[in-house]
């Protein structure tokens, strides 16, 4: 099959299987990098909206107290 390299250029299986595992691992690296870029974006605006909802909460109550007063 034209696929595959000639007797005078076949390599072992195990030197795919390590080409393989090289490009495994490569694909995985970037894949976990973009991973971790991602949970640090979700990260920074859980925090954000974790200090703006107590700041809003008591903002919100403070006008319905002046309201009701």
């Keep these: 099959t034209a696929a595959f390299p000639s007797d005078g250029a076949r390599i072992s299986g195990l030197e795919y299987l390590i080409d393989l595992e090289y490009v495994v691992q490569e694909d995985g690296n970037i894949l976990f990098g ?3 870029n991602f949970i640090h974006h979700v ?3 859980v ?6 909802v107590p700041i ?6 403070q006008d319905a ?3 009701l007063a």
Aim: charged fraction near 35%; aromatic fraction near 4%; proline fraction near 0%.
């Design 65 to 67: 107290d002046e309201v």
């Design 34 to 36: 973009k991973m971790i």
């Design 43 to 45: 990260e920074s605006v």
């Design 47 to 52: 925090l954000l909206v974790k200090a703006v």
């Design 56 to 61: 809003t909460y008591d903002k919100v109550h």
